[in-house]
Nanobody
């Protein structure tokens, strides 16, 4: 069993920055791919970014490429999402997810564990 806990969300003005964290416990975090997704009410969960077990491979959605950066610290069982140049359209609940494979994926159905989510609100 794996528990994931996101933190770092909040309210920020457009153009600002936030850093989300996702702390994992309960299983060998360092062996698995991780992803960040986001969701707004009435819409499907949207892929943001994924990272492989070692951090060597990352994939970004076009909507965040160049503004967001994913990283992981396997010694701390934590994955991070640095979000810069935030836009109002980035407003959503952000979820981290763990995939019991080495690599990440853009497909939410391929993830096995999810956090509870953290709200990010970007004001214009």
């Amino acid at each position: 069993q794996v528990q994931l806990a996101e933190s770092g969300g909040g309210l920020v003005q457009a153009g600002g920055s936030l850093r989300l964290s996702c702390a994992a416990s309960g299983r060998t975090f360092s062996s698995y791919g991780m992803g960040w997704f986001r969701q707004v009410p009435g819409k499907e969960r949207e892929f943001v970014v994924s990272i492989s077990w070692s951090g060597g491979r990352t994939y970004y959605s076009d909507s965040v490429k160049g503004r967001f950066t994913i990283s992981r610290d396997n010694a701390k069982n934590t994955v991070y999402l640095q979000m810069n140049s935030l836009k109002p359209e980035d407003t959503a609940v952000y979820y981290c997810a763990l995939r019991t494979k080495r690599g990440g994926s853009y497909n939410p159905d391929e993830y096995d564990y999810w956090g509870q989510g953290t709200q990010v609100t970007v004001s214009s």
